[in-house]
């Protein structure tokens, strides 16, 4: 520290260093080229001495100018001394307590939470504060962190109410606030259960403070059974089907099977079983919902609790059915020939409530009209007027922007207004020479066109994850059997690759392509006001026909889902001036859902301005009003809903605009207590052993709460801090200086050199 201060360096409260670095305002680069500019100066100027200075004489010398020059180029740099150290901090010790509601889970009577209780009135506390003599700071933990105080701990008005865990963000939270350095520990009392947030691993990997874990109850649990059913349908279409796929977890219990009970609208509908093999925790079930009634409709599942189980608060789960009426109706327009239109067709040929209308240019001013695979007779301009008006999906394939601009404006209107739905295929010729740049039509496409780069490689298609939220993907009942089957799809012969894809857009499909070890969009999807737009970007596809699942007989899994891609692009909008949007129809007490209200004038064209106005209905009947927000989108707007009971709830909407009602809308939510703290809710013991060890910490049931207290060290705590002088400021330096040049001097004078 001495030599330090001579440089005129001020150390402040630091204390010890932990790290000295030089940082030089020209780089290390400008210091180079400064010394090889001077040392050949340096050395000339010597050898021309000639031989009459002895040679011990001219190295002590050389030794000086070499140092004063060096120096000077040094500080011509201008050379930043960096000190890092360490400064001492009052000690500071934290408890956080985990309030989830897995710690409201029962052992033998008595709850995790309940067991915290006891712990503290034994005296926790007070046996830390005379261990360390600190008395420890306490937060409890579950969404969110908030400090408890001395008066809620002695009463311990504390309850375990929270939805989700999120540990890694308590930790960060509150070593944030109180100061890492200052803190001799972070004690956590949690049965380890993290539902939110980082993964702990990942976030404590690199924590300097010491986490110790005390587990209420980890002496002991019970046998638990779990119902898991992670996306269940919305939407079925009449005289079709729908696929129920769901999940049985066990701990602790030895079961070959558990039955599954269905009931719809309260009453028994149908039962699955879940087989679970040899040493396997979790065991799949699916049964199959006959859509032959329109309407709404309730489902409830539900598992047999066994004796002495850790929660029944994970063996049922429910979601709502809507069965609507097909009135599917497709137009394509191609601008060649090509046998994906072939394919299509005939895989909606396969639902006799799907229509399909194809309108083909065969050359440059003949059309061919084909309705349902039937041609009709050949005409020189295209009519397709009429059938875009009766479109639920329109097919885009290769066609010249100039055929489609008489009707672009009401294109983008029943996009926009959600009765329309469109999908694009690729083309043998570019956005831009197709004559689409600049039009509506490019601005709502999910890439950015005009950039697009062919690649003609085979590749096969990816699936992004086994838990896709689009039905239509699901070709096989198994997740990962699924991703392993597009995997063996017949390869495409190639794709536009595209420099960026548009903000809101998704990757339904991703894809390998031969040559590239990146993974391309294949499949891509995004919104355009309630309507959607998917889009492929290589192909072909209609080998994918030939693909089937070994248990099937001339079906075509693929082909179902272009069939169901439709349905969903038709998005099955009322024609009413205002219709709700729910992120799900399944919601959950606590948790906010952002319902979207879209509306349109009497020209449906998107209503901006407007007052939006909700209502919501519980099944006892009581009703709360909530007002929407306008968004950014046109015509769209929004209110988050947190809903305080579960039941189905009755959302109705109200739009006015200048006084004038617009219109209204209604739908439907069912909300089910969160699933998330029971989905998994045994005490993770083997995960908060791993983080004590990577904190240096330690881990302890609750009933051994004593060995934590023994293990934590009353050391100072200290802070790490990091502090700069210029050097070009140092007296010191600047003597030095100034005093070599004249050591030089005195010994060439006494030297008898000049």
């Not at 809903?641 to 069912?670: C, T, W």
Request: proline share 6%; charged share 20%.
């Amino acid at each position: 520290m001495f030599i330090l201060k001579l440089l005129g360096f001020n150390p402040g409260p630091i204390r010890a260093i932990d790290k000295i670095a030089i940082h030089l305002g020209w780089g290390w680069a400008g210091l180079i080229l400064a010394l090889l500019a001077m040392l050949p100066f340096v050395w000339w100027s010597y050898r021309c001495e000639g031989k009459s200075v002895p040679a011990k004489m001219r190295r002590r010398l050389l030794l000086l100018r070499l140092s004063w020059t060096t120096l000077l180029a040094i500080l011509l740099t201008g050379p930043i001394l960096v000190i890092s150290g360490w400064i001492p901090q009052k000690n500071r010790l934290a408890v956080l307590l985990d309030t989830s509601r897995s710690m409201g889970i029962k052992f033998q009577g008595e709850s995790r939470i309940e067991r915290v209780k006891k712990l503290f009135a034994g005296g926790f506390l007070n046996k830390i504060a005379d261990k360390t003599g600190i008395f420890p700071e306490v937060f409890s933990f579950a969404d969110n962190v908030s400090p408890l105080s001395r008066q809620e701990i002695d009463q311990f008005s504390i309850t375990a109410d929270g939805n989700q865990t999120d540990i890694s963000g308590a930790v960060r939270n509150v070593a944030g606030n109180l100061g890492e350095g200052s803190l001799l520990g972070l004690i956590m009392l949690t049965d380890g259960v993290s539902t939110s947030g980082e993964n702990p691993l990942t976030a404590l990997s690199n924590m300097r403070t010491p986490v110790y874990f005390i587990a209420p109850g980890a002496d002991g649990e019970s046998p638990d059974l779990a119902l898991h059913l992670p996306r269940p349908p919305a939407l079925g279409y009449l005289n079709s089907s729908v696929r129920v796929r769901g999940e049985v977890s066990l701990h602790r219990l030895a079961t070959q099977s558990v039955e599954i009970k269905v009931l719809r609208d309260g009453e028994p509908f149908a039962t699955a079983v879940a087989t679970f093999s040899e040493d396997a925790g979790r065991a799949p079930f699916a049964f199959t919902i006959p859509c032959d009634t329109e309407g709404n409709f309730r489902f409830e599942l539900s598992i047999p609790g066994v004796a002495d189980e850790l929660t029944a608060d994970n063996n049922t789960a429910g979601f709502l059915l809507k069965v609507v009426r097909e009135r599917l109706n497709v137009l394509a327009v191609s601008g060649h020939p090509n046998w994906d239109m072939k394919f299509i067709g005939n895989a909606l040929a396969i639902d006799p409530n799907a229509h399909m209308v194809h309108w083909l240019r065969i050359r440059d001013d003949r059309w061919v009209c084909s309705r349902d695979l039937q041609p009709e007779r050949a005409v020189n301009v295209p009519q397709f007027a009429e059938d875009l008006k009766n479109a639920d999906v329109l097919v885009l394939n290769g066609v010249s922007h100039r055929f489609l601009q008489a009707l672009e404006g009401e294109i983008i209107r029943r996009l926009e207004a959600g009765s329309l739905g469109m999908l694009v295929l690729p083309a043998n010729r570019s956005f831009a020479e197709l004559g689409y740049t600049g039009t509506a039509i490019e601005a709502r496409l999910p890439v950015v066109p005009g950039r697009e780069l062919w690649r003609g490689n085979p590749g096969n298609m990816v699936l992004p994850s086994t838990e896709t939220p689009y039905n239509f993907l699901r070709l096989v009942d198994d997740p990962v059997q699924n991703v392993e089957f597009f995997a063996t799809l017949p390869k495409f012969d190639g794709l536009y690759e595209y420099d960026s894809i548009k903000p809101g857009s998704e990757i339904l499909l991703n894809s390998t392509v031969r040559g590239s070890s990146d993974l391309l969009p294949f499949m891509l999807q995004c919104r355009a006001g309630q309507g959607h737009i998917i889009m492929f970007t290589g192909g072909p596809l209609w080998p994918n026909g030939f693909r089937l699942v070994p248990t099937d007989r001339g079906f075509s899994p693929f082909s179902a889902m272009l069939v169901n891609m439709f349905k969903w692009l038709a998005n099955r909008r009322e024609d009413a001036q205002v219709s709700i949007d729910l992120p799900s129809s399944r919601g959950y007490v606590g948790q906010a859902s952002n319902i979207r209200v879209w509306v349109l004038d009497s020209k449906n064209q998107l209503q901006a301005n407007a007052q939006v106005m909700l209502t919501l209905r519980d099944e006892k009947g009581s009703a709360s009003s909530l007002p929407c927000i306008e968004t950014s989108e046109r015509g769209c707007y929004e209110a988050a809903f947190v809903p305080a009971l579960r039941g189905l709830y009755q959302i109705e909407a109200e739009a006015r605009y200048q006084g004038r009602e617009l219109g209204r809308a209604s739908s439907e939510m069912l909300v089910e207590m969160p699933t998330a703290e029971f989905d998994d809710p045994v005490i993770k013991e083997a995960l908060m052993r791993q983080l004590a060890s990577e904190t240096a910490g330690l881990f302890a049931g609750d009933n051994e709460s004593d060995k934590i207290i023994a293990a934590i060290d009353a050391v100072p705590g200290q802070k790490l801090e990091s502090r700069s002088a210029d050097l070009r400021d140092s007296w010191l330096l600047l003597l030095v200086l100034l005093v070599l040049p004249m050591i030089e001097w005195y010994l060439r004078r006494t030297g008898g050199l000049s």
